[in-house]
């Protein structure tokens, strides 16, 4: 989730950009030529045949030891979260439109929770309803902080991109019902999917062979 004030270097953006250098420039010039640059906005950036990164810009400036930063200045003494959730549903809608129109899925970590300051179970009905709810298969990466530790002692294969263990991927393929996962996350019970087989396959395949 991105800032709306062109700020980029912390967070999940620092491993994208390691992986891919082009969500980075795109965002950086979009922000210099303030073309659409702005709360509730979207870009999408093609890094690869069948893979593009999508710039949301769901957030309104960042937080500092001072305060909240955004364009106009340190708001000091103001603490507030930066997130903007009418801003992360209007972003959300732009993805499903976008995701429709190549007919692609969707992955994403638990966006707006870490230093945007959000609530994953504000933001997670969001995705169901503008995404989930378009017929778009959603994937939801996540690893709590206290598996990490565990994790990294079973030699399980993470993603190149995040580190996440591949175990502890949500399908969200129908908002019709929400279940607890077995690692002991929330999850939404999906409707067995084309897409939802290649990622169960996936799974098991990254459970007994490494990833590069």
Known sequence: MSNDIGAWGRGFVTALSRRWPEPEAAYRAWHRSGDGFTLGAMQTVQVDDEIWVANMIGQHGIRTTAGLRTATGVQRGDHSAPIR?????????????????????????RIGVGLAGGVWERIEPLIVEAVVGRGVAVTVYDLPSARRAKTARTGVPRDAVSGWDPRSVRLMTSPSSVDRDPAGGVGTSAKRTDHGDRQARARRQGESAADG
Request: aromatic residues 4%.
């Open 85 to 109: 959730y009418p801003a992360v549903q209007q972003c959300l809608r732009t993805l499903a439109e976008a995701a429709t129109a190549r007919g692609a899925s969707v992955h994403l970590p």
